[in-house]
Each structure stands twice: as C-alpha cells, then as structure tokens.
C-alpha cells in the first residue's frame, strides 16, 4: 500500500509541474500577447480580431494541454479544443500582415503553441508529421495573407516563423514527454513490486508443497499399511500408526517453521530420513558410503536446497515408480558438490518433470547450480549440482 501511495504521489507531482510548465506557460503567453495587441494596435476592428484568435489559439492550446495531463498520458484529439485553436491561429496568422504596430510575431507564438499542443494529443509516431505539415500551413497561410496586404514577400519572416513554430512545439513536447516518463518509471516501479510480491508467493507455495507433500505422500502410504496390518499384525499396525503420528508432527512443526521464516533442513538427517520412508514403502534404500561426510563440504546456505532435493526426488520415487531399489549419494568433485538420488522401476510419466523439480531447478540455476533429470530404461536419475563457496546461497 504505502508503494502505491508513493507512486500515485510521484505522479501526481510531475503533473503538476509539467501542467505549470506547459498549461500555465500558454495561458501566461496568450495573455500577455493579448495585452501587447491591445496596447499597440490602433485599429479597435484588427485589434480586436488578433485578441480574438490569440485568446481562442491560447484557450485552445491550453485545454488540450489539460485533456493530456488529466488522461494520464492517454491520447487523443478532441474535436472541440482542437478545432478552437486551429481556428484561432489561423485568424491570427491571415490578420498579421495588415498589422501597423505591435509583436509582429505574435502569429508565429500562438501558431507554436498550437501546433505543439495538438502534438502532444495525438499518437507519439504522429507527432514528428503533425509538427511538419502544421508549420508547413502555417507558413504557406502567412505567406499568401502578406503578399494579398503588402504585395510581396519577405523571405526572411516565414523562415525565422518556421523555425520559432518548430522551437515552441518541440518545447511543448519536452514536457509532455517528461510526463510520460514519469508515468511509465512509476508503472514499471508499481509492477516491479506486485511480481516481487508474487515471486514471494510461489516461493512460500513451493516451500510449503516441499513439507506437506513430502509428509503427506508418507503419511498416506504408513496408513495404509496400517489397514492392511490391522488384522493380521495389530502391534506392527499400531507401530505404523505410530509413524504417521510422528510424520503429522514433523509436518506441522515445519508448517510453522516455514511461516516463521526459520526453517532449516539438516542434510545429514534429510538422507537419511530418506532411505527410512523408502523402506517403510518396501524400497530397499541405501545411503551411499562417504555422503554424511561430505556434507561437511556443502556451504551452510546450500544445504536447505540439496535437502529439499531429496525431499523432492524422494516424493518422486514413491509417486512416479513401482521402485524395489533406490540410492541417494553425495560427493563433491572440481565442479562442487553433487547430490544424486537414483531408483529403478520407473513410470513412463516420470520422465516429464513435475511441478516440484522445475521449481528446484530454479532455485537451484538462481545460486549458480543446476538440476537434472533423466530416464534410462526403467531407471529414474535426479542430479542436483552446487558450486563450492559463496555460490550456493538460497
């Protein structure tokens, strides 16, 4: 909440200066350009048509200024500004010539004015056209009205006009441009923090599957030997029954852990825990000679990832095979430290990864590891790698 907050005040800001530097600007020029035409002009009937179009080109300009702002970058020309502005620049461009006193550039501002605000309305791919043929009109509808009042052409105006026209709507467009900027920074700021959000999610959704889908699969199948035992064997059931209970507290003991936030899995007791739940399945298990000792070489942050691999590779054999026999090995060679968990009896289906071993695979290539799987045969081979030192980090 408080990210969105700063961002619509972020916004909010850069309209507000942006709308001053624009918006506040065109009203500020029109209506000193107004007061100049009246100070100057000694004709009441020119006078009065130049403030005409310089009011209705100003007040033109300025609301499609305000309609850009107010749509938070969203384009579009409306019809009713639009067509006030043309209008008045226009009348003031064609009126110019007959002027006898006063800026004698005031068509060229308000023609700017006009032209970059129209610009600003429109399509950004449109705008480098619009700004051309705008100025183009401009220029060719000043040059017709000075030769029908004066009776030639002064090529020096209509250049020093194009290029002032180009300088004001380019101007305009700065801080238009400004303004989408900030828009799109602070989209990118507000979607940058929903996907940590969500990334923070599917993190908890695989921690959480990773402890309840291990104990759950275990707990299922303890059960059921169980109810199987029940009336040949009620001591052996009861001994089962007996795991399942130890298996429900293990699992919401770690539910609690994770949403804490501490829990840590023990490597050594994760392997071996292994090969117990294998064999509690009718798996022979064997914990190859030499892993405990090297978990001595696996960085403290990487052992929770190697720890959740077997967890994973684990749930996979009972899942996704009809395995009599399973191994779980760990070494460490140049490369860093391998965790490998292999079992025979295979289903065709294993060897499309699931949900579990994609996430791992992820966890595992962000700390510069990697995961691997494979099928050969009726043989199922999960391989987990870690590089030595500070690169395994969870």
Same mark, same amino acid.
């Given at each position: 909440?408080?990210?969105?907050?700063?961002?619509?005040?972020?916004?909010?800001?850069?309209?507000?200066?942006?709308?001053?530097?624009?918006?506040?600007?065109?009203?500020?020029? /029109?209506? =000193?350009?107004?007061?100049?035409?009246? =100070?100057?002009?000694?004709?009441?009937?020119?006078?009065?048509?130049?403030?005409?179009?310089?009011?209705?080109?100003?007040?033109?300009?300025?609301?499609?200024?305000?309609?850009?702002?107010?749509?938070?970058?969203?384009?579009?020309?409306?019809?009713?500004?639009?067509?006030?502005?043309?209008?008045?620049?226009?009348?003031?461009?064609?009126?110019?010539?007959?002027?006898?006193?006063?800026?004698?550039?005031?068509?060229?501002?308000?023609?700017?004015?006009?032209?970059?605000?129209?610009?600003?309305?429109?399509?950004?791919?449109?705008?480098?056209?619009?700004?051309?043929? =705008?100025?183009?009109?401009?220029?060719?509808?000043?040059?017709?009205?000075?030769?029908?009042?004066?009776?030639?052409?002064?090529?020096?105006?209509?250049?020093?006009?194009?290029?002032?026209?180009?300088?004001?709507?380019?101007?305009?467009?700065?801080?238009?441009?400004?303004?989408?900027?900030?828009?799109?920074?602070?989209?990118?700021?507000?979607?940058?923090?929903?996907?940590?959000?969500?990334?923070?999610?599917?993190?908890?959704?695989?921690?959480?599957?990773?402890?309840? /889908?291990?104990?759950?699969?275990?707990?299922?199948?303890?059960?059921?030997?169980?109810?199987? %035992?029940?009336?040949?064997?009620?001591?052996?059931?009861?001994?089962?029954?007996?795991?399942?209970?130890?298996?429900?507290?293990?699992?919401?003991?770690?539910?609690?852990?994770?949403?804490?936030?501490?829990?840590?899995?023990?490597?050594?007791?994760?392997?071996?825990?292994?090969?117990?739940? %294998?064999?509690?399945?009718?798996?022979?298990?064997?914990?190859?000679?030499?892993?405990?000792?090297?978990?001595?070489?696996?960085?403290?942050?990487?052992?929770? %990832?190697?720890?959740?691999?077997?967890?994973?590779?684990?749930?996979?054999?009972?899942?996704?095979?009809?395995?009599?026999?399973?191994?779980? =090995?760990?070494?460490?060679?140049?490369?860093?430290?391998?965790?490998?968990?292999?079992?025979?009896?295979?289903?065709?289906?294993?060897?499309?990864?699931?949900?579990?071993?994609?996430?791992?695979?992820?966890?595992?290539?962000?700390?510069?590891?990697?995961?691997?799987?494979?099928?050969?045969?009726?043989?199922?081979?999960?391989?987990?790698?870690?590089?030595?030192?500070? /690169?395994?980090?969870?």
């Amino acid at each position: 909440m408080t990210r969105m907050t700063d961002s619509a005040s972020n916004v909010e800001r850069a309209r507000r200066l942006t709308w001053w530097s624009t918006v506040g600007l065109v009203v500020a020029v /029109g209506a =000193a350009l107004v007061a100049a035409i009246v =100070a100057t002009e000694p004709r009441v009937t020119l006078a009065a048509i130049a403030v005409a179009g310089t009011a209705a080109g100003s007040v033109g300009a300025a609301w499609l200024l305000h309609r850009r702002l107010a749509s938070d970058g969203e384009t579009g020309l409306p019809a009713g500004p639009a067509a006030l502005a043309v209008a008045g620049a226009l009348i003031l461009t064609v009126a110019s010539p007959w002027a006898t006193s006063g800026p004698t550039n005031t068509w060229t501002i308000v023609a700017g004015m006009v032209t970059g605000a129209i610009a600003c309305a429109t399509l950004p791919r449109l705008r480098s056209r619009i700004v051309l043929v =705008a100025t183009a009109t401009t220029i060719a509808v000043a040059v017709a009205a000075r030769f029908v009042a004066r009776g030639d052409v002064s090529l020096p105006d209509p250049a020093f006009g194009a290029v002032l026209i180009v300088l004001i709507s380019v101007a305009l467009l700065s801080g238009d441009w400004y303004f989408d900027i900030v828009v799109q920074l602070e989209h990118a700021r507000r979607v940058d923090g929903e996907l940590a959000v969500i990334d923070e999610r599917l993190r908890f959704a695989a921690d959480l599957h990773d402890v309840q /889908g291990h104990h759950l699969h275990v707990i299922a199948l303890e059960s059921e030997l169980a109810a199987r %035992l029940a009336e040949t064997d009620p001591q052996a059931a009861a001994a089962r029954m007996r795991e399942v209970h130890q298996h429900a507290q293990a699992a919401m003991e770690e539910t609690r852990d994770l949403v804490r936030g501490y829990r840590i899995t023990p490597l050594t007791t994760e392997m071996t825990n292994a090969t117990r739940v %294998l064999a509690a399945a009718g798996i022979e298990g064997r914990l190859h000679p030499g892993s405990e000792s090297a978990v001595d070489a696996v960085p403290s942050e990487g052992r929770q %990832l190697l720890g959740q691999a077997v967890r994973e590779a684990t749930t996979n054999v009972l899942r996704h095979s009809h395995a009599n026999e399973a191994t779980v =090995a760990l070494w460490t060679d140049r490369d860093g430290v391998r965790l490998r968990v292999r079992n025979n009896g295979a289903m065709v289906p294993a060897s499309e990864p699931g949900t579990g071993l994609t996430t791992l695979a992820e966890r595992l290539a962000a700390s510069g590891g990697a995961l691997e799987w494979h099928r050969d045969g009726e043989w199922f081979t999960v391989t987990a790698l870690l590089p030595d030192g500070e /690169g395994a980090r969870t």
